[in-house]
């Protein structure tokens, strides 16, 4: 069974990164209404009451709200999250054509246009800010202007990538949200309607996302991974007037060369390795190379491009200093990541310095291997792949998973040290879950080798295969 997330947390972290305006709300249907006394801080309307006003007690005044079929002022509302039918005045058109449209006919369009809940599964409905963990949500609601909004949709579609789906019958915005989202079980994104502005007090820039409970980990994950890369709200601008190619990743120029340059004669299919700390990146490699894979050592080409005497290295003594060397010449690597710890500019100066030779040593090596083996599924071990962003260098990724627990008990085994020390040291890096979403393959190292011996093998019959495909020009 999956694990219920933390709403507390997502919700916290989710309305920081987004300064959202007001609360993320749960929104459950419930199949008796009974149920809805069993809600904690449950308050039932006085008097008739629209969807929308429920929604903005929910968003804005912070209430856990319910309502079943009696409680609502009109047809409308009820039919649409499937709490009653429509009566014949609306299926003929009649109703929409008092005020929202010129005929009957158009009326009758209108209503057989609305997505509503299927009928006679439910007798009521509960909303609450999703902070307080109030029940378990089908769906959560996201009120928030339209640059808010796209990070949202940046983030859902950052893995496993869908088209994002906007609709809008025009009145009954609710049902291009709730109950689209219900029944499709995608998100789904609107323009709050007229009614909802008046009833509901949406405000003129606000739009809404309706998201199935279960995508709203995915949401905060893209999130988060896209944070890491620089992109937020609020978004910050680039002159219009000025040239604007310092602004972009470095590596957006000259990419379509630079693939080339990697690929050289050949048709390797270039295998990115990586994992957390510990996690079983050596001992994963060796049973690759075993079955045939070359591999290509990213760190040890970043240490040799900063040898003395390198080109790398004078320029960063020129630029640092010597004080960033040590007595017998090599370069203090510990002080220069203390220097550059946390100054972007810094760090981007320093990168100036060694990718050029870094990339340069990759592509010479990769096409030593392709020379004698064309065709070679290339492992590249890159123990900072996803923090340095270098997913696009490759064909797919490999990530070596280890539960945290066990990450922390091999780490302070191997490296002779406290569990609270080896727990410290992985607080300081990206968690080893939050990798998996990069990857193409995730070999699961909990167990021991033989059951991670049988992963690889399945792995690499895999990748030969799409290597094939890539040849047979399939993929
Ligand atoms: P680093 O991030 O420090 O480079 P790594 O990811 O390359 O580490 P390994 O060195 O392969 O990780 O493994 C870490 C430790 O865990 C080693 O002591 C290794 O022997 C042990 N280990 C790896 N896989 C298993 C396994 N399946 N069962 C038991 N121990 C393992």
């Known amino acids: 069974m999956q694990a219920q997330p933390n709403w507390e947390k997502l919700t916290q972290r989710l309305e920081r990164l987004m300064r959202l305006k007001s609360f993320p709300i749960a929104f ?4 008796e209404k009974a149920e809805l006394d069993t809600i904690p801080f449950m308050r039932r309307p006085d008097h008739k009451v629209t969807l929308c006003q429920l929604i903005n007690l929910a968003r804005n005044f912070d209430w856990t709200v319910g309502a079943d079929v009696d409680d609502f002022l009109f047809a409308s509302c009820p039919s649409i999250i499937g709490l009653s039918d429509i009566p014949e005045s609306h299926k003929d058109g009649s109703f929409r054509s008092i005020v929202w449209v010129a005929t009957k006919e158009d009326g009758r369009k209108c209503e057989a246009s609305i997505p509503r809940i299927p009928l006679g599964e439910y007798e009521a409905v509960a909303l609450a800010p999703l902070v307080y963990n ?39 915005s609710c049902s291009d949200a709730i109950a689209r989202c219900f029944n499709t079980g995608k998100p789904s994104l609107s323009i709050p309607c007229y009614g909802e ?30 944070y890491r890369r620089g992109v937020r709200y609020p978004i910050s601008y680039a002159g219009a007037e000025a040239d604007i190619t310092p602004q972009f990743p470095a590596t957006y120029k000259g990419l379509e060369e630079m693939m080339e340059k990697i690929r050289g004669e050949g048709n390797p299919l270039l295998v990115g390795l990586t994992g957390g700390i ?16 070359p ?9 040799q491009v900063v040898e003395p005497g390198t080109p790398a290295l004078a320029k960063i003594v020129d630029h640092f200093g010597r004080q960033v060397l040590q007595s017998d010449g ?18 981007k100066k320093l990168e100036s310095f060694t990718h050029p030779p870094i990339y340069e040593g990759f592509f010479n090596q990769v096409n030593e ?30 990530i070596v998973h280890i539960s945290p627990e066990e990450q922390t008990k091999r780490l302070a ?48 019959e895999d990748l030969n295969r799409l290597q094939r495909s890539r040849s047979d020009g399939i993929f």
């Open 134 to 172: 109030p029940f378990e949500p089908d769906i959560v609601l996201i009120y928030a202007n339209p640059a808010q909004m796209m990070l949202l949709i940046n983030s859902l579609q950052f893995s496993r990538y869908e088209v994002m789906q906007f609709f809008c019958v025009g009145e009954s």
């Open 278 to 293: 510990a996690s079983g990146k050596t001992t994963v490699s060796k049973m690759f190379q075993e079955l045939g894979a």
């Open 295 to 303: 591999i290509i050592d990213f760190d040890l080409i970043a240490r």
């Open 28 to 31: 459950k249907m419930l199949r």
């Open 197 to 226: 502005r008046r009833y509901g007090h949406a405000q003129d820039e606000d739009l809404v996302m309706a998201i199935p409970a279960e995508s709203m980990g995915k949401a905060l994950q893209g999130m988060e991974a896209l």
């Open 413 to 460: 085994r191997r490296d002779s040290i406290s569990t609270e020390e080896a727990a410290n040291m992985l607080k300081a890096q990206l968690p080893i879950d939050d990798k998996k979403a990069f990857a193409g393959f995730v070999i699961n190292n909990d167990q021991g080798l033989d059951s991670t011996r049988k992963q690889v093998q399945s792995v690499w």
């Open 330 to 347: 090599r370069l203090d690597r510990k002080k220069l990541s203390q220097i550059v710890f946390r100054d972007i500019e810094k760090r």
């Open 369 to 398: 291997i392709t020379v004698r083996q064309p065709d070679a599924i290339i492992q590249v071990a890159v123990p900072l792949l996803i923090e340095l962003n270098l997913q696009y260098l490759f064909d797919t990724i490999v």
